[in-house]
């Protein structure tokens, strides 16, 4: 689910379970900013208003992977069947994918803590984000390994739901 406090969920939830987050956003833009390599050829394809290929944004992800041993949580990253398709090639399959479900109606709800500008905006793009997503979540849930969470609610409540999916049935 696009939209705030997303990352926070997910750090929770990888400090709860003793995992190390990797954030594909933040590798990607660290990338960029130190004018590595593969960051000076994503922000040429960036800057040509084109797509970074699957397989730069891979080989990124995955070489921050291995320093996080067996243990990790990637947030942000795949959104589409083929990055899934490419991190499984190159090793570094998910043992879960693990998605926030939020609906229109939850973004709509009173109670619901985003300004009106970010409600707005979360509003706007969850209908893409909706069409991008189904397929991985088809791809996930074609390998038993897809799980979906309810995304709203206090960080706590978000974290304990996501553990608890994790921990699975009973």
Do not use: K
């Amino acid at each position: 689910m696009p939209g705030p406090g997303v990352i926070v969920d997910a750090c929770a939830l990888g400090e709860g379970l003793g995992l190390r987050v990797v954030n594909a956003g933040d590798l990607f833009r660290d990338h960029v900013q130190r004018a590595t390599p593969e960051g000076l050829r994503m922000a040429g394809y960036v800057h040509a208003g084109a797509a970074v290929p699957t397989d730069l944004l891979t080989d990124v992800v995955c070489a921050a992977l291995p320093e996080s041993g067996d243990d990790w949580l990637l947030y942000g990253h795949p959104r589409t069947v083929d990055q899934a398709d490419a991190l499984a090639r190159r090793g570094c399959e998910p043992q879960a994918f693990i998605e926030l479900v939020m609906t229109a109606d939850d973004v709509n709800r009173p109670d619901f803590w985003l300004a009106e500008y970010r409600r707005e905006n979360t509003l706007r793009v969850l209908p893409a984000y909706e069409a991008q997503m189904e397929p991985v979540r088809s791809h996930f849930r074609a390998r038993g390994t897809y799980r979906g969470a309810a995304g709203f609610g206090g960080h706590e409540d978000v974290a304990s739901r996501l553990l608890a999916v994790l921990a699975g049935p009973g």
